[in-house]
């Protein structure tokens, strides 16, 4: 099993262009989200899903857009990129929400916006 | 929503010392309590999680308890080893992974 793949690694943007995040995972995990991870602000939740066809915001969904189409792929898209998007953008899931056995996290796509 | 503040920012400890590190938490309803670690350029990973109805959960030299009357939880690591050093986030939520709401997390350098 790959786990949680995303893509780019790394993307630089000037500001007002769009771009995709790609994540995926092979383990059939019902729960999937998206996280930004700032210097000594912690791991805030951008939006997540709970299934093919389900998304719901997070707690900073301003600027970014996803959609579930598949179990395996959850893309965030920024529509138009700004400075404070600059960040690390991590990809997670899960079996099902209630579950304990942990968020399983991408290796992350550090994105700069110019 | 939920808030989590997490205390100190930074921890510098002698190896083989003991580690802790303190979270609170806002949401009465929250029922899950996740730790989770992340080592310099790598993803966070799970070491150990607790829920409600338990008030302490041991993992080797790694340990959480939880107070839900004070809504807060404490992470203790024992017998510290360079390896431990990272950086902890701990995490609330109601159900599960579920909108999980993180902690700002804490750097600990263990010390040789």
């Known amino acids: 099993n790959a786990g949680v793949t995303q893509t780019p690694k790394f993307q630089v943007l000037k500001t007002g262009q769009s771009m995709t995040l790609q994540c995926a995972q092979d383990?059939?995990?019902?729960?999937m989200s998206w996280y930004r991870q700032d210097p000594g602000m912690g791991l805030r939740l951008i939006h997540y899903s709970v299934g093919a066809g389900i998304t719901d915001q997070g707690e900073v969904p301003n600027g970014y857009n996803v959609s579930r189409s598949t179990t395996e792929d959850f893309p965030l898209r920024l529509l138009s990129a700004a400075p404070s998007q600059t960040s690390v953008y991590f990809c997670?899931?899960?079996?099902?929400?209630?579950?304990?056995?942990?968020?399983?996290f991408g290796p992350g796509t550090r994105l700069l916006v110019l | 929503g939920e808030n989590v503040e997490q205390h100190p920012s930074t921890l510098s400890v002698q190896e083989g010392d003991s580690a802790v590190i303190k979270c609170t938490y806002s949401d009465s309803a929250s029922n899950y309590f996740p730790w989770y670690k992340q080592e310099l350029g790598k993803r966070p990973q799970l070491i150990i999680d607790i829920r409600s109805n338990v008030g302490e959960k041991k993992d080797q030299r790694i340990a959480v308890t939880l107070n839900k009357t004070a809504k807060h939880f404490s992470l203790h690591i024992t017998e510290t080893q360079p390896e431990d050093s990272a950086v902890y986030f701990c995490a609330a939520s109601i159900t599960g992974n579920e909108k999980l709401t993180f902690g700002t997390g804490t750097r600990l350098t263990i010390i040789p």
């Open positions: 997670a899931s899960s079996y099902s929400r209630g579950t304990s056995a942990g968020l399983s």
């Open positions: 383990m059939n995990h019902e729960y």
